[in-house]
């Protein structure tokens, strides 16, 4: 009987000054990771490690890499097998084989923003303003580089960063495509580690990178970028901070509201509905809108009128029926909800209570009846 091979290979290297390749080698086949940027790029085998190591948790037991690592990027590896473990039971914790090297701490001191033009992004790019000085956009994360909407994204962030005086990086990398292929799923684990990737092969432009927080403390469930995980992808050159964790949706919006850049550029839609740069139908565009209302927000890039039928319509998650009522209070308290719009906002609402609470009660009576 043979053995199933645990072992995952990985090499990385700078095919030109512009572009890390990291080869891949798994028990389920060889697969090749491309990153390009329009600046230098840097530390490829340390870039190419947080790719490599939930693929080795997920894949094998044994991560090879043909290439040293330093004492910073060894040690936090160990935290953040230790944190993806306690969340997934379908990982495990790999071996990593790689020389390990002391090194003095010896950052850039230039700051880089990771940037999609969303209200998370704005916030931190307006609010850590005076640390940032660089701008991260990374075609292939939630834009596919094929997708149509690419080139308006990159002239909007153009604008956007030229606005805030900053130095935009355009990164694109394949990686996501990858990890869809292998089963390694991307919002709740590869996100973070291809961000972590893409900060450190920049790492000679910006010595620390913010990752602007998608949740806010207390609410943070596992997730790919963490306030418990992106720090410790750290290496001896390169730091990830996990931005404004203390400020809920609602309040950055209310922020990013008072800066014609943001509402002159915002990004907030995937759906894309029509191939539309926001859509206004979509939950996220609908939720984003009523909050700019909440707060006299005006933004160019999403449409003026909400449809109350489109409001009505929406079939809500339990986490977006909270923020639909947390938009409801806000616009009964700033007088800027129509009769007919916050009708329309109590219908989403009760639609989702009844939902959920049919789910709950089928789950209790199935549960009671399982002979275990
Ligand atoms: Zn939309």
Known sequence: MT?????VRGSARLSDPNTVAVEVGTPRGAFTVTTTADATLASPTASAVPLLVPVAMRHGRSLHLDGEIDDTQAEGLEH??????SWYSHLGRAVVHAPVFEVPVDRSAGVGCFF????????????RSERITHLIFVVGFDLAPEHPLVKTALTEVRRAAESLGKTLVVVHTDVRAMSDRHGMSWGPLYHGAAMAHVAIALSDHVGTVLVPSSFVRGQTPPWGTHPDLDHRWAT????????????????KIA???QYPTAMEHLRVCWQNR????????????LRTMLALRAVGGQCRTLPERIDPAAVAALKLTSGQARAMRRNIAAMTASGTGTPELLAAMERAVDR???????????HAWVTARLPF
Request: contains cysteine; glycine residues 6%; charged residues 25%.
């Open 352 to 362: 989702s209570d009844r939902y959920w609470s049919r789910v709950f009660r089928t």
């Open 255 to 257: 922020r990013i509201a």
């Open 3 to 7: 053995r199933r091979s645990t072992l």
């Open 236 to 251: 001896a050159t390169s730091v990830l901070e996990h931005d404004a964790i203390e400020v809920p949706r609602p309040a």
């Open 80 to 85: 953040v097998q230790s944190t993806l473990t």
């Open 116 to 127: 999609s033009g969303g209200v998370d992004s704005f916030h931190s790019a307006l609010t």
């Open 274 to 285: 029509d191939g539309a740069y926001n859509c206004g139908r979509c939950e996220k565009c």
